[in-house]
């Protein structure tokens, strides 16, 4: 069996095909290779991973208004194309898509192959391109049972969680807190912006911790996203001399090993993204979520939701996020032991550590049940 997979522009578009992915890895006659775009995150993550990356080239268009709706329309014809063109060449059994500019163009071509394919839809809300892929494709796979889907496809839709990876799920707080240098003793807070950093939380969150670590306990992990890193370091540079320690402040652009900031966190100040919450929950993480307030469909605010009505988390929205508001909301929850206990319990409840072996069940389910004829001339059954 041959899986490819479409995935790409953030590491939570690329991460959870990577969990997925490594799974399959370990069956016997397996084959996956990924499709991404030629400028995006996933040129440098995927193939670290070990897997076979082709590209597609995807550009943005600059032009203001409707206008950018024929760049746009002519790009993606020619995605299509060339999706196609190296879906003839891999002869995948199964093409699973779960986000990015790149995903649309190769499910799509894949669906006009008769290639089985699957979607992955990591908000709480269907994004554009998922909306228009659902009436094709074979399988809906949602993280939050919640999601709305059209009424037309909703007998394809599977609540599956989001797929974490293995070395996310296997990390302890005791080796994490080896590969930071910290005390067991002490509160550890994580700032996860997302894999492109956030600028106000950056900000903010520096203001907050000039007070924070006078009056408390704590050890922070800031990640600040490589572009925010250099003006957020600086920031930082007084509170780091004057700590005596240095240590219990670490202060990085990009973390590619996140299992060791979520394992050794007691509380995360981060993002609604959905990787960032499935990667909380499942480490059983108390969240003070500042969703991003822009984001399309408001999804951010829609994924927070669920975590806080689970009582998982509380949100602090970004037009109300100032340093004595964060210290408030941060103090609050550093002095209440038993209340963070609470959230971490309710996360651990909301999470779903199967979440990738369960989509390779369907995966393995789809390939079987399409055993005939591609439009591509190939039999789906062939191993």
């Not at 975590?307 to 964060?326: F, H, M, Y």
Request: a positive charge; one cysteine or more; hydrophobic letters at 45%.
């Amino acid at each position: 069996m041959k899986i490819v997979f479409a995935a790409g522009g953030t590491g939570g578009h690329i991460y959870p095909a990577l969990a997925i992915a490594d799974q399959l890895r370990r069956m016997p006659a397996t084959e996956v290779a990924f499709i991404g775009s030629a400028a995006g995150m996933e040129t440098t993550i995927i193939p670290q991973y070990g897997y076979q990356l082709h590209t597609i080239a995807l550009a943005k268009s600059t032009l203001p208004g409707p206008l950018r709706l024929i760049p746009q329309g002519m790009a993606a014809a020619r995605g299509v194309i060339r999706a196609r063109s190296l879906l003839q060449q891999l002869r995948p059994q199964v093409v699973v898509g779960t986000g990015g500019y790149v995903s649309a163009p190769v499910v799509l071509a894949a669906a006009y192959m008769g290639i089985p394919t699957l979607i992955h839809e990591q908000n709480a809300v269907l994004g554009m391109a998922n909306r228009m892929l659902a009436p094709i494709v074979t399988k809906i796979l949602l993280t939050f049972a919640e999601s709305a889907v059209p009424n037309s496809s909703r007998a394809k839709a599977v609540h599956t969680g989001l797929p974490v990876r293995d070395r996310i799920l296997a990390a302890t707080r005791a080796e994490a807190l080896s590969f930071w240098g910290f005390s067991p003793q002490m509160t550890t807070i994580a700032v996860l912006g997302g894999s492109q950093g956030a600028q106000k939380i950056n900000q903010i969150f520096v203001a907050a911790a000039r007070q924070l670590v006078r009056e408390h306990e704590i050890q922070v992990i800031h990640i600040t996203g490589p572009r925010n890193y250099p003006q957020t370091m600086a920031e930082w540079g007084d509170i780091i001399a004057a700590s005596p320690s240095g240590r219990r402040y670490q202060v990085v652009p990009y973390l590619e090993q996140i299992e060791y900031a979520l394992a050794a966190a007691d509380l995360a100040v981060c993002r609604a993204g959905a990787s960032n919450l499935a990667e909380i929950t499942v480490k059983g993480i108390p969240a003070l979520i500042i969703p991003y307030p822009f984001a399309a469909a408001n999804h951010q605010e829609l994924n927070a939701g669920v975590l806080q009505a689970a009582g998982a988390a509380e949100i602090l929205r970004e037009s109300d996020l100032t340093a004595e508001s964060l210290v408030r909301a941060l103090s609050g929850l550093i002095k209440d032991r038993p209340r963070r206990e609470q959230m971490a319990a309710a996360a651990m409840a909301l999470a779903r550590p199967d979440a990738a072996q369960r989509i390779v069940e369907l995966i393995i389910e789809v390939h079987r049940g399409n055993p005939s004829k591609t439009k591509g001339g190939r039999t789906n059954g062939e191993a």
